[in-house]
């Protein structure tokens, strides 16, 4: 069984930075790719950004320039680097774990966009 918890949401101003964690757990974890999710209220859940693991990296166009996605292989944990925040930027963002040709999700973390 995976298990999949975020952490670092909350409020920001508009301009401001957050850091997103995801740590991965579970005795048959064998992670492939990670990914940022997002869903704000009334739309659909959208895809940030996600990291392969290779290192390989893609991002949502809204997002390039402002968001980094990382990750730490040695603890099993994703980072979402979010800087020059937006009030567009504010939803539910759920941490996503390709694990062994199984997707895994996390249960969110609210980022709020606000001044």
């Known amino acids: 069984q995976v298990q999949v918890v975020e952490s670092g949401g909350g409020l920001m101003q508009p301009g401001g930075s957050l850091r997103l964690s995801c740590e991965v757990s579970?005795?048959?974890?064998?992670?492939?790719?990670m990914g940022w999710y997002r869903q704000a209220p009334g739309k659909e859940r959208e895809l940030v950004a996600v990291?392969?693991?290779?290192?390989?990296?893609n991002y949502a166009d809204s997002v390039k320039g402002r968001f980094t996605i990382s990750r730490d292989n040695a603890k099993n944990t994703v980072y979402l680097q979010m800087n020059s925040l937006k009030p567009e930027d504010t939803a539910v963002y759920y941490c996503?774990?390709?694990?062994?040709?199984?997707?895994?999700w996390g249960q969110g973390t609210q980022v709020t966009v606000s001044s």
């Open positions: 990291i392969g693991s290779g290192d390989s990296t």
């Open positions: 579970g005795s048959s974890v064998a992670i492939n790719a």
């Open positions: 996503n774990v390709l694990s062994r040709g199984s997707h895994y």
